[in-house]
Structure formats: C-alpha cells, structure tokens
C-alpha cells in the first residue's frame, strides 16, 4: 500500500500506527511546516481528533480505530476483564471527539465489536484490534482509488471543477475522495483545471487542498469562497465535486459548511454536484440529512481570521460557527462511493452500494 498516494505521501507518511504510538501529519501546521504529532496514549488521539491535527471523515474514523488499538496495547494485560473495560471507555470517548463524520463511530464500533466478539487473552486481543485498524487504513486508501476510477468517468475534457474543504490525502489517509476524482480526471486529460474554495473559518481549502494540488502539479486557482457565483455565471466552473462527512439514506449530503450554498448556486448556474465518499460514510441508519448532528466549534474559529496585525473582529463579538451543513439530495447530481457512480433514487441505490460493500452490516 506505501504508493505514493497523492501529494507525493505515501498512506504511513498521513498517519501511522507504530509500536505503543500512532503518528500523524499535524494538518494545523500546513502548509508551512510539515511535522508530526506522536500519540502515546488514546487520550492524545482524542485531543488530536478535536483539535484537528487529523480531519476530514475517513482519516478521523482511522485514526479513532488506532486509539482504540492503542488503549489496548497500554491496558492491563495481566487482568482481561480491566483490559476490556480500558477498551470500552477509551471507545466510548473516541467515538464522542467530534459527532459530524459518522466514519468515526463506524470504526470504534466496529472495534467494540472485535473486542465483543473475541474469547482470547489481551495480548490475542489487541492483536486483534491493531488488525484492523491497519486494514481500515489499507481499505480507505483503496476505496479512494476506486472512487476515483468511477468519478473520472463523469468528468468531461477541459473540465473547470470546483472544490471545497479538502477531501484529499489527508482527510483520508491516502489518495482522496474529492481530490482522488480530480486526480484521477487529471491524470487522464491534463487540461483539467481546479478551483479550490479557501473554505472559512478554517482554511482547509486554501491550506490543504491548494499544498495538495501545488505538489501533485495539478493546475489551480484559488478563491475566497465568496467568489464562487461570480466564477460561475461567468462560466468559469463546470463540475462542484466534493467530499462528505455523512451522506444520510436518502441521500442528504452533510458536508463542510458552505456546500450547501454551493450547490444551491451550482442548480441555478445549472453546473451538477457530485459528491464523492466511500460507503463507510453512508449511514443507511440516518434517514436524512436533518437527523445528522452539526458540530458547533469555537467563536474564536470564526473571530480569528487577522488582517493587517490585527483581529478580524472583536474579541467578544457573538458568533455563530456550524462546522458542517446539509445539502439536500435532490441537489445533488451523482454520489461516488467505491462502488460506482450512484443516482437517484438514492434510498434505493445507495443502499445497494453499501450491500454490495459490505460496510453497513
Ligand atoms: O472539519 P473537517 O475539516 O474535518 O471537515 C472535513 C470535511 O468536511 C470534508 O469535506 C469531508 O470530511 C470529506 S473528507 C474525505
């Protein structure tokens, strides 16, 4: 799997499970610095999941599987029954670290069914456990492929996409779900060009997806996200591709907040929105997009931005700062997941996929 997986990184260069630590690429440093935080104990991991030193739904959902790996390794081998209890309330506070991206609680809970299901010692045990969260890491790098095997399919010569957030590498631990079609269409016509929305409050865009394009040299123009309807009328974008962080059952698409409004400018610019995310991010059990929690986060986030030396606002002014929002289906023109390239009726169809998948049993 140690291909190079996009931006020159190979999958363990993102995120790595290494003996009693997992390591990751400090995604709050980019894209001036590129170091990595070490994670001891599962309780860094949890603070590197909420501070965002890994993000984006595949990557948190693999690195929630190592903390629980980890809590295994440093629990009480001497005393299977402490051991399992460490495991189940290290579990229990990883899966809580952030509530949107529902490849979190897919991936603890598939690890609290390991520990359920397994009769054996500790040591058997955390055997066990570390398994599969190198596997899931393996399985999301090539889900990523092949999402962007299908999404190119969809992309026309000479196409103009526009992206949000980022859905790239490092949201994903190799490769991309947004970005990976957009690799993938490039790969095969060079004339493709992006636009990456810098994606307020945090700049994922401008921080992530543009140093992810920049050392890929795929051609790029940046823009505050303001600009994105201007562009469009202007007939300057001709595909909206983006990740998700949930994609409910029938469909509702929970994204970076912003994707909302993009496709809603993308229906009257008549531009489709394609949405790209593996079926470990389709929660058959939600039935729409209103049923997803949208994680609220600091005030500072949004205050933060400084311009001239100085704060953008003041230091107290009342903020509201949704990190996510809900588009519904019926904007959205096409969902790739690894199994192909979806259409409505998405209740029908992405239920098929994830069948087909086996991710939702
Ligand atoms: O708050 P973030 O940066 O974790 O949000 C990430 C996104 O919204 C991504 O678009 C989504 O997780 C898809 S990542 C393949």
Known sequence: MDAPSGAGLEPRDIIHLGDGE??????????????????????????AIRTMVVRGAP????????????????????????????????AAVIRDARPTAVNLMWAVDRQLRI????????????????????????????????????????IHRGARILTHCNAGALATGGYGTALGVIRAAHAQDPTVRVVVDETRPLLQGARLTAWELDRDGIPFTLI?????????????????????????????VVNKIGTY?????????????????PTTTVDLSTPAGADVPVEERHADEVRGVGLFGR???????PVAN????????????????????????????????????????
């Open 59 to 90: 990557a948190i959902g693999i690195a929630g599987a190592m903390g629980v790996a980890l809590a295994a390794q440093h629990g009480d081998h001497d005393d299977p029954a402490a051991h399992l209890a460490e495991i189940r309330r290290a």
């Open 115 to 154: 520990a359920a299901d397994h009769p054996g010692p500790p040591e058997a045990l955390t055997a066990a456990l570390r398994l599969f969260a190198l596997h899931l890491h393996r399985d999301e790098v090539l889900r990523c492929r092949a999402i962007g095997a299908h999404g190119r399919t969809i």
């Open 224 to 252: 505050a996200d303001n600009m994105a309807a201007a562009l469009m009328a202007e007939g300057r974008v001709t595909h909206v591709v983006v990740g998700a962080d949930r994609v409910a059952a029938n469909g509702d």
């Open 311 to 317: 704060p953008a606002a003041a230091h107290d002014a």
């Open 22 to 47: 997992v390591l990751m690429l400090d995604q709050t440093q980019l894209p001036g610095e590129v170091v990595h935080r070490r994670c001891v104990h599962w309780e860094d991991v949890v603070d």
């Open 261 to 277: 409004g993009l496709a809603v400018l993308a229906r009257e610019h008549g531009i489709p929105v394609i949405v790209a995310a």
């Open 322 to 361: 949704p990190a996510f929002d809900r588009t519904p289906a019926r904007l959205v023109a096409a969902i790739v997941t690894e199994r192909g390239v979806h259409r409505p009726p998405y209740d029908r169809t992405l239920a098929a996929a994830v069948a087909a998948a086996g991710t939702g049993e």
